[in-house]
């Protein structure tokens, strides 16, 4: 049997339809695809992701480099206000979520924002953001551009008492960064910190230390305080009783009524056969506290005792003084730069 198979002719009409239907499927698929990435690279949900994770990574020049991003008008990298605009003294940022992002019309996003802050010290904190942003333009004409309507800053306004001296992080702020002048008991300064940021302070110091404080700055525009207060550590404390137990002792070497530069004396009328032997009774318990100026002595009390012999300007005769004579420690203490410690008397 003969058989025929007859071919189906395709017309020029069909061709160019189908021609049509790939290339609209094709615009179909790259809007859909630009539609999707401006909704989440792209978009403003995306840019806000993109800055927390910069500044997470402590990118300082990168998130400070993010569209919006803008320091007070009269503060540059190198001012004495930016001086927690550096990466030793950032906190990382991790988990971050984006639980709302609501569009306010006109091209302005409000982008809320949870994540983990984690600093210094093992110090973190669980928080969340609002940041506006505003559509600013476009990426070769089709994926959108952002940047913040509001910077992303805040500010830090700290006290540092009883030292010039703070570590934030792990950078170190001296008296030069907190604007102490010299022999200054205490300082402080305000801070341009970029949001978020967990900024963890504190001093440990050859002779001092502070509790750890940590201060987190969630929110645009607000400003919070951070206040370290150094204290004696026990080095301090026992350094200070040594020095004075010695200078106690030297004072009772002095073979007279009125040792020099001593805390403690005997007036006597009549005259003295000999010389005078001291010797002290009971040492004062030191106990070192902050003054408003300098490191002071709290209240104490000792004992010395005097033995001399006196002869009486009446009548002539010769007895034994033997007395115990009470007294307390008044200095301020003072600690140089170097760790030094200086005594002086408080008139």
């Known amino acids: 049997m003969d058989v025929r198979v007859q071919k189906r002719r395709t017309s020029p009409a069909q061709v160019a339809l189908a021609w049509c239907g790939a290339v609209l499927l094709l615009v179909g698929v790259f809007a859909a695809g630009v539609l999707a990435l401006n909704l989440t690279v792209f978009g403003s949900s995306g ?31 190198d001012s004495a206000g ?14 971050i979520r984006v639980t709302d992002d609501s569009d306010l019309g006109s091209g302005i996003h409000r982008v809320t924002v949870s994540y ?30 952002w940047r913040f309507k509001e910077s992303p800053v805040a500010t830090l306004s700290l006290a540092v008492t009883n030292t010039t001296s703070v570590t934030v992080g792990t950078g170190e ?60 550590n026990e080095l301090f404390s026992q350094v200070v009783a040594d020095r004075l137990t010695s200078f106690l002792d030297e004072c009772a070497t002095q073979k007279v009524l009125y040792p020099v530069g001593c805390p403690f004396s005997k007036g006597i009328t009549d005259r003295i056969e000999g010389d005078p032997s001291w010797s002290i009774v009971q040492y004062p318990q030191v106990k070192v506290v902050a003054g408003p100026s300098s490191w002071l002595l709290a209240a104490n009390a000792g004992i010395a005792h005097i033995d001399v012999q006196v002869k009486s300007l009446f009548d002539g005769t010769v007895s034994a003084l033997s007395e115990d004579i009470p007294f307390s420690l008044d200095y301020a203490i003072s600690l140089d730069d170097a760790g030094a410690i200086t005594f002086a008397a408080r008139t």
């Open 173 to 232: 702020l001296d008296a030069s960064d907190l604007g102490a002048g010299k022999g200054a008991f205490g300082a402080g300064a305000r801070y341009t910190v970029l949001v978020p940021s967990l900024v963890v302070l504190t001093h440990d110091s050859h002779y001092l230390t502070s509790d750890t404080v940590a201060v987190a700055l969630p929110s645009p525009g607000e400003t919070e305080s951070g206040i370290v207060k150094a204290v004696p």
């Open 82 to 95: 930016a001086a927690l605009l550096k990466r030793n003294t950032l906190s990382t940022i991790s988990d």
């Open 47 to 77: 840019f806000v992701i993109t800055y927390l994770q910069t500044l997470g990574a402590r990118d300082v020049d990168g998130a400070l480099g993010m569209p919006g991003v803008e320091l007070p008008d009269d503060l540059t990298p």
């Open 116 to 145: 983990t802050l984690q600093g210094a010290d093992r110090q973190s904190a669980r928080t969340q953001s609002e940041f506006v942003v505003e559509r600013g333009g476009t990426s070769y004409g089709v994926f959108s551009q």
